[in-house]
């Protein structure tokens, strides 16, 4: 059975005590491979090796530094192939998606910061009149650390690591122990593009053995987590008194604004992807759909029809559309949480179920679920579920719909169905979300602040928003004679 090691100094080796974690294929319910438990001794020695090698890296011309990323998106894209059949294999996503949109995306995260380190600039303040200039100096933080969650495995570390490493510092990254094999095959893919040792280390292991070591670390400078809320409650409490700075992407509550005079067929399409791409389980999917009351029957009948028409199955299949859960616990969660959405008064519109699936028995599949609601105090409207499930709800005033999006404690994304200018703009600018799609979904642009309010994080990442938190600013001010 494959053991899926940790890679500390440009080497790949066991964990110091031996002891490895199951880590099941959620298509079959399978153990597939083992997992390195790691513990503070290994987050030593790959911090160790990231300190040794970051006065080299940090001093490597930024031409070399961006040459080294752009191959390895290069060598990514060659892997394309390989990568998205071990994500699928390990997440239970479909094989299809994988291929369009995590793999593609992974190599796309090295190119950006590959290209983008070369255009990152600084400010200068000249003081006129008072013989005075002022500089920014970005100098890299030193060692970062570096964790990511299982949904989209390796799209999202390497949108951590990419800039953290363009921007000159050393880092210790740590996978979902969820989700860990594309993070372990991106260590041979950076020895190969000829990444100097230490600079990535890559340490698997449980959040609260191996992720917890990295954030407590004294030396570890910063942390950018992706992640749950609670979680990230957890980090901030451990991190704040060690000053640590902190990026936290957390999860998200998202509503959908359907109003009558949207472009209805795009609507539909588009809707369909955001509440069921990768199975619900993407922190940025619309689960709260609010629909304008002259369109809410039609708009149930047609949403529950196109819904009905999705396969669940065999991730590995080209007709399937939802794939597995990523975990057994996980799919009880969404199932539970189904229940207590039709006690707490939810009406079951579509779906609600497990899918036994033929010849995969003890896979982890849950049909896609529409759950009508007709208030937002309750459990399903407030937590997340991050799974194939949304609710539908109506408003009848723009001022209705605005408050009923806004009230949750998340604030990651929003979307906004309608023709109306001057509508959308009032409403994009009332919406409590870091991010407001209007008339698209998951359409995005690498160089725009990506994050959230409220629950949701702290924080921005994307474009220079990423280089500048792995950055530390330091003021340079210098005084001159004109004579
Ligand atoms: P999680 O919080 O359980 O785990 C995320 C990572 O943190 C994993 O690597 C885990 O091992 C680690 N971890 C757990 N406990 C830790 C601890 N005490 N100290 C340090 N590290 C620890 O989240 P998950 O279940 O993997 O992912 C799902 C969540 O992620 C959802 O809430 C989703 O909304 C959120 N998410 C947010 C974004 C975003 O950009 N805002 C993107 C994707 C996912």
Redesign the pocket.
């Known amino acids: 059975m494959i053991q899926i090691k940790n890679y500390i100094n440009g080497q790949y080796c066991d964990p110091t005590t031996h002891s490895w974690l199951d880590n099941y294929n959620p298509s079959t319910g399978e153990v597939y491979s083992q997992i390195a438990e790691s513990t503070s001794d290994d987050i030593q020695s790959a911090y160790e090796a990231a300190k040794a090698a970051f006065p080299s890296w940090s001093q490597t011309p930024i031409e070399e530094r961006s040459r080294i990323l752009l191959k390895i998106a290069d060598l990514i894209e060659a892997n394309l192939d390989n990568l998205a059949e071990a994500e699928s294999k390990d997440n239970g996503k479909p094989l299809s998606l994988a291929k369009a949109v995590d793999i593609p995306r992974a190599s796309a995260n090295f190119r950006f910061f590959g290209n983008a380190i070369t255009q990152f600039a600084s400010e200068a303040h000249e003081s006129v009149g008072r013989n005075t200039m002022n500089f920014t100096l970005r100098q890299p933080i030193g060692v970062v650390g570096c ?6 495995p390796l799209y ?1 570390f390497t949108w951590k690591v990419a800039p953290a490493i363009a921007a000159g510092n050393c880092v210790v990254a ?5 989700t860990p094999m594309t993070a372990y095959l991106l260590g041979d893919i950076l020895s190969q593009a000829g990444l100097p040792k230490g600079v990535l280390n890559i340490v698997h292991g ?3 053995s ?3 070591a ?2 407590k670390h004294p030396d570890i400078k910063a942390i950018s ?8 409650e ?2 901030a409490r ?1 991190a704040a008194p060690m000053f640590k700075k902190l990026s936290l ?4 509550k998202n509503p959908n604004l359907i109003f009558a005079d949207c472009d209805y067929d795009k609507m539909l399409a588009v809707t369909v992807k955001s509440s069921f791409a990768n199975q619900g ?4 999917c619309g689960s709260r759909i609010y629909v304008e009351e002259s369109i809410a029957e039609q708009f149930k009948k047609d949403f529950v029809e196109k819904v009905s028409k999705m396969q669940v199955g065999n991730p590995m299949d080209s007709n399937t559309n939802l794939g597995a859960l990523v975990s057994k616990p ?1 799919m009880e969660k969404v199932l539970s949480y189904i229940d207590i959405a039709q006690k707490e008064g939810g009406k079951l519109l579509h779906g609600g179920n497990r899918v036994i699936v033929p010849g995969f028995e003890e896979g982890y599949y849950v049909e896609p679920t529409i759950i009508a609601v007709d208030t937002n105090d309750c459990t399903i409207q407030k937590e ?1 579920v ?1 799974g194939p499930v949304v609710t539908i709800a109506t408003f009848k005033t723009e001022e209705e719909a605005l408050a009923l999006a806004n009230d949750v404690r998340y604030g ?1 994304s929003a979307t906004l169905w309608s023709k109306d200018l001057d509508r959308t703009m009032r409403i994009s600018k009332k919406l409590e979300a870091g991010i407001v799609w209007v008339n698209t979904w998951l359409n995005r642009d690498l160089r725009t602040p ?3 309010v409220k629950a ?2 702290v924080g921005r ?1 994307g474009g220079f928003e990423a280089l500048r938190f792995f950055t530390e600013p330091k003021n340079v001010c210098i005084t001159y004679n004109e004579s």
């Open positions: 964790i990511s969650p299982w949904n989209l999202l740590k996978p979902s122990e969820v449980s959040g609260p191996a992720g917890q990295i954030v987590f992706t992640g749950g809320t609670k979680t990230g957890h980090l451990t992407e957390l999860g998200g389980q993407i922190c940025l996980h997340e991050f990651l990506f994050g959230g949701s994080g990442e």
